[in-house]
């Protein structure tokens, strides 16, 4: 593919110096025809637009609906990024990697640039922050080298909405648009189109099946989801939100309260009013009081390490604590109780609903039309002033002008908004793609309490991922079910904050759909259920999400495959990993850009000599995270026994072996330190059967004939081992005099097995069929995490010595128990 990529690349310095064919087929209509159409302006969009660019896809259009690129980072006004994860107990930002880690590198060299400090927020709940109009700004000009203007193969149309998708034999081949603002209509033909917009328009125009509102139990057999459809609302989802960003200003004001204001609804933001909001009378269990309005803090403890407050929440500038001009201090304000239910609305949202279409008030978002939203949207802004409002009146009880205070902060003018709000809310849940498959809750929720591996460890990961199933609340209440008064937020019975999952790794099928060619999802249009939609939203997904589904659309285009094919082929999907992992150089920078963690080891950067080479060998299950484990541990010595079972399944999945060769009965074991009950037992013994017997001194003696040698799985392998072992399946052997390290060790086996075929994943699953069972697991392809592994053990079959889930190798015969007695009370 690489050598592809470089022969696209050629094409395209001829195809844009001709002239860029349909620049009208009509006064009233401009028409375009490309390789790769992406809908959207998110950061998902942006990311899959230069990703294709860099994979030398040769003509690329993206369309936005309005001027600004981003999505959260800019335009949804969320400039508080948030990553973290579970880390040793704690809270850390999860490993930024790939498209990701190149904006938030420039993120922080622009706040560096412009304030001395690389993350000036002093935050709680964000590392990094951001200036939405800066980072809009930064996003251009990611973009930007990859444009036609600039003699590359991208063309960006703005202010266009979709109105209708162009279909041939469920393939989409084009995407139809209106400007919003008096330009003229545009027609885009596309041998494949991503859609990441903000609601999945195009897959929903289109035709392809999708998913909206909760799942139940009987579709993906959920431990959280509901049982009974009387349970549940149609139309609820994770509620949007309107944030808004305040710049200190240098004079106290209040803002008008926004039609339909009544503080009872607003009782329940801070412990200011605690009282008011208990004198109410809201049922048990909404949302109520838990945080100060302000606390004076640099957040010492950083993020997550001290108590909340609306201020310290996600503030982006804190120019108090580091000592910065006056007038610089900036807040985000995206607090739970701004948050805007998208169901069960108050009556003037629906009567306006109803007036632009009977039943659109019954409607779930993702159905609405473009003008239908933009009427809840706008009660979603009445809301979010009105918090305002309440903050810098109830919540504010200062004279002091020496003191923080609401009173003195404004909303910014960043947004060139009338309102001063973003551009868009913040969006949580949107359209689900029916994908080859569908990721759901029991392949991430963690069952131990040990934040490790998830249980499924896809072969087909395209990005690795970790954060809470999360779901704020989504119902909305009226007191006394007046639904003209205020109203209060109260969670579902089946959904809740924070529900703990593994770290896990996003399936390249999940981007594409199960019955449409022609089609990929991005942004929040994946192939999620509900419940794993609300642990797949952050910044960092949309953009993974973004820049896999353009590696998958490059493959496909320079392989002439559909997505579902690349998806079935396993050569295709380790190409998709392989430019993933280690991308080209840039040809219009000259770089190399920093590639994407698959495996979600913690101390694995991109940077890392031995990046490529565990993920590749982590995705292929030769050398994979230890369970109970996070990190890799490069620099660490590697035991025998990780080496033995690495060098097994390497031999195994490249044909080198074709099966295991262990002892079934206990006296013939060749070890009396690796027993049956070893997990590498199978592994280590097979290993012995392979390395010659005249060099004992590789496997370990004790130097009598007449006992059982030791094999000492756990002391560190030395360079004369691992040679042995690399000389016996006739690898290239790693560099002479180079300590074995783990990151030495995969670097060498990498290189040993690189160019081999590789059979474990071989066969080719029929992911859109509804009755094929390739692994005989009893699930069908299409409802199956691991196609390959009839245990589901994230081995696969040819891999595993333990298909029968017992804990020992397969046929093995253990010796009857024998105890022995102690009288510990003495005669």
Not at 72 to 94: K, M, N
Not at 354 to 362: K, L
Not at 401 to 410: I, L, Y
């Amino acid at each position: 593919m690489i050598r592809n990529v470089l022969r696209s690349a050629r094409l395209l310095l001829l195809s844009v110096c001709a002239v860029w064919p349909g620049v009208a087929s009509a006064a009233d209509e401009v028409t375009r025809e490309v390789d790769l159409l992406v809908v959207g302006g998110s950061e998902s969009a942006v990311a899959a637009t230069v990703q294709a660019a860099r994979l030398g896809v040769p003509r690329i259009a993206i369309v936005n609906d309005i001027a600004w690129l981003g999505g959260q980072f800019t335009a949804e006004g969320l400039g508080a990024v948030d990553e973290w994860t579970i880390y040793h107990g704690r809270r850390e930002p999860f490993p930024r990697s790939g498209l990701f880690l190149e904006i938030m590198n420039r993120i922080e060299q622009r706040m560096r640039g412009k304030y001395g400090h690389a993350r000036p927020g002093n935050s709680f709940c964000a590392w990094t922050t951001c200036e939405p109009r800066e980072t809009e700004r930064l996003f251009r000009e990611l973009l930007a080298p990859y444009q036609r203007s600039n003699g590359g193969s991208v063309e960006l149309f703005e202010d266009y909405e979709p109105v209708a998708v162009d279909t041939a034999d469920e393939r989409v081949t084009g995407v139809r648009f209106v400007s919003t603002k008096s330009a003229p209509p545009l027609a885009i033909r596309a041998t494949l189109t991503i859609d990441a917009s903000d609601w999945g328009d195009v897959i929903r125009l289109s035709g392809a099946r999708y998913l909206r509102g909760p799942d139940l139990k009987s579709a993906f057999n959920e431990p959280s989801a509901p049982t009974d459809a009387s349970q549940v609302e149609p139309n609820e989802m994770n509620p949007i939100t309107y944030c808004m960003v305040l710049r200190e200003s240098d004079r106290a004001g209040v803002i008008d309260p926004p039609r339909g204001y009544d503080p009872r609804t607003y009782f329940g933001a801070t412990i200011v009013t605690a009282e008011q909001y208990k004198a109410v009378g809201w049922p048990k269990g909404t949302m109520g009081p838990f945080a100060r309005p302000w606390i004076e803090s640099e957040m010492k403890n950083g993020p997550y390490g001290e108590t909340p407050s609306v201020y310290t929440h996600r503030r982006l500038v804190d120019r108090r604590h580091l000592n910065l001009p006056v007038g610089s201090e900036l807040v985000l304000v995206n607090w739970p109780l701004q948050d805007y239910p998208t169901y069960n609305f108050p009556r003037h949202v629906n009567e306006a609903l109803e007036a632009n279409e009977p039943g659109a008030s019954r409607k779930n978002l993702v159905d609405m039309t473009p003008s239908q939203r933009r009427i809840v949207f706008d009660d979603a802004k009445r809301h979010t002033l009105g918090l305002l409002h309440y903050l810098q009146t109830l919540a504010d009880s200062s004279d002091d002008e020496n003191a923080v205070s609401f009173r003195r902060m404004e909303l910014t003018d960043d947004f060139g908004t009338a309102d001063r709000l973003p551009w868009k809310p913040y969006v949580r849940e949107g359209l689900r793609l029916d994908a080859l498959y569908m990721l759901r809750e029991t392949d991430v929720r963690d069952r131990d309490g040990v934040q490790s591996w998830a249980d499924h460890m896809v072969h087909d990961n395209v990005f690795g991922f970790q954060f809470n199933i999360d779901f704020h609340p989504t119902k909305r209440i009226f007191l006394n079910d007046d639904n003209t008064g205020p109203w209060a937020h109260i969670h579902s019975s089946y959904r809740h904050w924070g529900t703990h999952t593994d770290r896990a790794g996003f399936p390249l099928r999940c981007l594409v759909p199960a019955r449409f060619d022609g089609l990929l999802g991005a942004g929040k249009n994946l192939g999620y259920t509900s419940i794993v939609s609300s642990a797949v939203r952050l910044h960092g997904h949309g953009m993974m999400a973004g820049q896999a589904a353009a590696t998958v659309a490059a493959v496909a285009l320079d392989e002439r495959r559909t997505p579902r094919e690349v998806a079935a082929r396993i050569e295709s999907v380790r190409q998709v990993q392989s430019l993933l992992v280690e991308p080209p150089v840039d040809r219009f920078t000259g770089q190399r850009p920093p590639g994407v963690l698959l495996w979600p080891y913690h101390d694995l950067p991109t940077d890392a000599d031995c990046f490529e080479a565990v993920n590749q060998l982590s995705v292929r299950t030769v050398l994979v995270g230890s369970p109970g484990q996070q990190d890799f541990r490069p620099s660490e010595p590697i035991p025998r026994r990780e080496v033995a079972r690495a060098a097994i399944r390497a031999a195994l999945a490249t044909g080198s072996l074709t099966r295991h060769i262990y002892a079934v009965e206990d006296n013939q074991r060749r070890f009396r330190d690796v027993d049956f009950y070893d997990p590498d037992y199978a592994a280590i013994e097979t290993l012995a059967a392979q390395l010659s017997e005249t060099n004992p001194a590789s496997l370990g003696t004790d130097g009598k004939e007449t006992t059982r040698r030791e094999f000492k799985p756990d002391h560190p392998a030395d360079e004369l081992f691992v040679r042995e072992v690399f000389t016996a399946f006739d690898w290239k052997n790693p560099p002479a005099g180079e300590p074995i390290t783990r990151s030495n060790f995969a670097i060498g086996l990498w290189d040993a097995i690189r160019e081999h075929d590789e059979l474990a994943f071989a066969s080719s699953p029929r992911f859109e069929s509804s009755d094929v069972d390739l692994d005989g697991d009893g699930r069908t392809d299409r409802d199956d995490p691991l196609p390959f592994d009839r245990d589901n053990d994230s081995v696969p079959d040819l891999l595993d010595s333990d298909n029968d889930e017992d804990g020992l190798a397969d046929g093995v015969k253990p010796p009857p128990f024998t105890g022995r007695r102690f009288n510990f009370a003495g005669p």
